[in-house]
C-alpha cells in the first residue's frame, strides 16, 4: 500500500500523480530492509493541499482509525466521500448529494500493515518538516517507474509527496487524535447501489 491514504488521495482527487503514491508505498522494502511505515500507527486527521492541473489547488481531508484499519477521505468541494476498510479490502464510495452508497473492492492490491515497513525499493533521503511534523524523505518510483519523493513520520503519516520537484501532495495540518467509529460507515437511510445498477 503506497500508503493507506496515498491510494484513495489518488483516486478521490482525481489526480493522476496521486497514483504515484499507491505505487511507490507498496513497493518499499530498499536496501537493508529498510523503509518507511507508510500506514498510521494511530488515529489521525490530516488535511492535504494536492497539486491540480495548472495552478489549481486542491484539499482533501483524510481520517484514519487505527483500530479498525479504515480510511475516510472526504475531498474539497466533491458531493463524494470514500470509506475504505483495508482489513476487508472493501471501498464504499458514499454520494452525499443523493445518499446512495456503492460497494467494490479497495483499489491497490498490497497494504502494509501498520507497523510493517513498506515493500519494494526505497532509499533514504534525509529528514524534513512538514506542517510543523518531522518526517523522512524517501525516494521511490511510482507505476510508471517515475523518481518520486515521499515524506513520511516514523509512525506512518504520509505528510508530502513531490516527482521531479513538482508537489503532488502535502501535509497542511495534523492532529493524532481519536476517531469516532460512525465516522468510518454509511450515515443512516443511505441506499446501496449494487453492481451493474
Known sequence: ?????????????GVAHAQVMETSSSAASGSGGVAPLVTPLHDADITYRLAGHGDVQ?????RWTSATWRQRIDPEGSATIMLTDYKAHKLMV???????????????????????????????????????EACTIWESAD????????????????LGATQSGRLVVQA????????????????????????GH
Open 143 to 158: 507505476t510508471d517507474n517515475h523518481p518520486t519523493d515521499f515524506c513520511y513520520t516514523d509512525d506512518g503519516l504520509l
Open 172 to 195: 497542511v495540518s495534523v492532529a493524532r487524535v481519536p476517531q469516532d467509529p460512525q465516522l468510518f460507515e454509511p450515515p443512516e437511510g443511505y441506499h446501496r447501489i449494487e453492481s
Open 1 to 13: 500500500m503506497r500508503l493507506v491514504f496515498a491510494l484513495l488521495l489518488i483516486a478521490s482527487a
Open 94 to 132: 458514499l454520494n452525499t448529494a443523493d445518499h446512495s452508497v456503492a460497494l467494490t473492492e479497495a483499489p491497490g492490491g498490497a497494504f502494509s500493515a501498520p507497523g510493517t515497513p513498506a515493500s519494494g525499493s526505497w532509499r533514504k533521503v534525509g529528514p524534513a518538516v512538514i506542517a510543523g
Open 58 to 62: 486542491l484539499h482533501q481531508r483524510m
